[in-house]
């Protein structure tokens, strides 16, 4: 497997996303189910993460902090490979087909590129992460007690598949404001460290 991976970029760009992005989950869903405590139990609502994440450790162990960490996975593995692969891909691809125009270089488009290939990559992540956002915003509510199949078939049942997009436009516009910036400061860095920019190897 290691092999098969190693001998293919596009397998190795997407090896590495999942694997960041189930890393996250992991770290952000005691997180997570502190902070829905903090908003749905009085007894936590004037206290900030540092206090109210040992309290909630103290009295009911790590376990229960971990039962949002599917729908956490559902949210993050997608949303992190979405972002990071099309990042790399898209902006390889531009670099690619515009440096054929004669008297163009790679160094003249590393802005635009950059920045739209940032913007391309905030769409995917976006629409490809967006049903696991439905599925950990019902998972965390915990009107249902449902686990993560059963919520799941809920959504399916109020409305098909156009359900687990509801609210894409907005997230779009919110979240991928924040993808946009965070990869061409990203690219920025990268760049100003003596990497070479994104798509541009």
């Known amino acids: 497997m290691t092999k098969l991976i190693k001998g293919s ?12 992005g189930a890393v996250a989950s992991i770290l952000l ?9 903090q908003v749905t139990d009085p007894e936590y609502a004037d206290k900030g993460l540092m206090t109210a994440f040992p309290k909630l450790v103290k009295e009911e162990g790590f376990g229960p902090m971990f039962s949002g960490i599917w729908a956490m996975l559902s ?3 997608p949303y992190t490979m979405a972002k990071q692969v099309s990042f790399d891909i898209v902006a390889g691809l531009l670099y690619a087909s515009l440096t054929k125009k004669e008297g163009v270089t ?5 802005w635009i590129v950059s920045v739209s290939a940032a913007f ?27 686990g993560f199949f059963g919520i799941v078939k809920d959504i399916n049942d109020k409305g098909g598949i156009p359900a687990f997009f509801t609210g894409t436009g907005a997230r779009i516009v919110h979240v991928g404001m924040i993808i946009t910036s965070q ?10 460290l003596g990497l070479p920019a994104t798509g541009k190897h």
Do not use: H, N, W
């Open 183 to 192: 990869l061409v400061i990203y690219d920025i860095v990268k760049q100003a």
């Open 120 to 146: 391309i990559a905030s769409l995917f992540a976006c629409i490809f992460s967006q049903p696991g956002d439905m599925i950990l915003t019902e998972t965390f509510k915990g009107s249902s007690g449902k």
């Open 75 to 77: 949210k993050q593995v």
């Open 29 to 37: 869903c005691p997180m997570e189910s502190t902070r829905i405590r």
């Open 106 to 110: 790679a160094d003249d488009l590393k």
């Open 9 to 20: 970029k596009g397998a190795a760009y997407i090896a590495a996303s999942v694997f960041a």
